[in-house]
């Protein structure tokens, strides 16, 4: 059971917009920034989105991130096949003195 | 560029240990905090272990603490963790990545080293 929450799936077809979400409580989101990760398969993690809403430079416009409250949402929009991986949010816990992912979604580009 | 390679997975019997090791190059080293981060096989992400960049400082998730130990030998820039007392559900593969401290801000990953814990 993560501590924070993510439907476990998420799809779409080329060159819609989707979200993920990512649940969490004032411990952990909504009290501190939002990171998003992406794994294509068979690879390592990858910081997609830091601090809320901020992209590291060679991640595309297209993913962009936003926070409130005790939730936070990734949007992809301009779906490319490529963008089939799986998604994990991560945070601080105050509570747990510790980073906490979410249990991750699997994105298909249908 | 930055890189980092882990090494010293395999397969090792319960109760058992196992010390991973992570060879960093294309920063400087003792600037950054370190992490470990696991995925068991099939599952999600999950934090393990941390350190300054001094190595003064030590964090650990509470499934591990009293197991597992980090270190790091900036001389080498290498970063270590010693597993003791290894269980079935530590079985993972085990990432090593650059961490800001107080933040779940991971910037680069090692491409994984196996952990199976099994009789």
């Known amino acids: 059971q993560s501590v924070l929450t993510q439907p476990p799936s998420a799809s779409g077809t080329p060159g819609q917009r989707v979200t993920i979400s990512c649940s969490g409580s004032?411990?952990?989101?909504?009290?501190?920034?939002v990171y998003w990760y992406q794994q294509l398969p068979g690879t390592a993690p990858k910081l997609l989105i830091f601090r809320n809403n901020q992209r590291p430079s060679g991640v595309p416009a297209r993913f962009s991130g936003s926070r409130s409250g005790t939730s936070a949402s990734l949007a992809i929009s301009g779906l490319r096949s490529e963008d089939e991986a799986d998604y994990y949010c991560?945070?601080?816990?105050?509570?747990?003195?510790?980073?906490?992912f979410g249990g991750g979604a699997k994105l298909t580009v249908l | 560029e930055v890189q980092l390679l882990e090494s010293g997975g395999g397969l090792v019997q319960p109760g058992g240990s196992l010390r991973l090791s992570c060879a960093a190059s294309?920063?400087?080293?003792?600037?950054?905090?370190m992490s470990w981060v696991r995925q068991a096989p099939g599952k999600g992400l999950e934090w393990v272990s941390g350190?300054?960049?001094?190595?003064?400082?030590?964090y650990h998730a509470d499934y591990v603490k009293g197991r597992f130990t980090i270190s790091r030998d900036n001389s080498k820039n290498t970063l270590y963790l010693q597993m003791n007392s290894l269980r079935a559900e530590d079985t993972a593969i085990y990432y090593c990545?650059?961490?800001?401290?107080?933040?779940?801000?991971?910037?680069?990953w090692g491409q994984g080293t196996l952990v199976t814990v099994s009789s």
């Open positions: 990545a650059n961490w800001v401290l107080a933040a779940a801000d991971f910037d680069y």
């Open positions: 294309g920063f400087t080293f003792t600037n950054y905090a």
């Open positions: 350190i300054s960049g001094s190595g003064g400082s030590t």
């Open positions: 004032s411990s952990n989101i909504g009290n501190n920034y």
């Open positions: 991560a945070t601080w816990d105050d509570s747990l003195s510790g980073p906490v």
